[in-house]
Nanobody, 120 residues
């Protein structure tokens, strides 16, 4: 089994910054793509950013230039640095990872979510 544990959410004022972390643990041989998605109340979950095992990234248009995704392959951890936060960034943020286990079987896993609230 694989567990993803997120941290770093909270309440910040518009224009502020937050850094989310997500650590994967368990039966892991390797991790392919890792990413962050978010879901605001009454809206569908949307992809925010993702990063491949060799560091290639892509972002939702709404966060380009403000958010930066990175990962530490030794720690099996993905980060999301969020700057210039806006009220519309308020959502529950979920990390996910495409994990390869020792049997070379690949599955997608999700974290439990962390709340990010942008408000003055």
């Amino acid at each position: 089994q694989v567990q993803l544990v997120e941290s770093g959410g909270g309440l910040v004022q518009p224009g502020g910054s937050l850094r989310l972390s997500c650590a994967a643990s368990g039966s892991i041989l390797g991790i392919n793509t890792m990413g962050w998605s978010r879901q605001a109340p009454g809206k569908q979950r949307e992809l925010v950013a993702r990063i491949t095992s060799d560091g290639m990234t892509n972002y939702a248009d709404s966060v380009k230039g403000r958010f930066t995704i990175s990962r530490d392959n030794v720690k099996n951890t993905v980060y999301l640095q969020m700057n210039s936060l806006k009220p519309e960034d308020t959502a529950v943020y979920y990390c996910n990872a495409n994990v390869r286990n020792r049997y070379y079987i690949t599955n997608d896993y999700w974290g439990q979510g962390t709340q990010v609230t942008i408000s003055s």
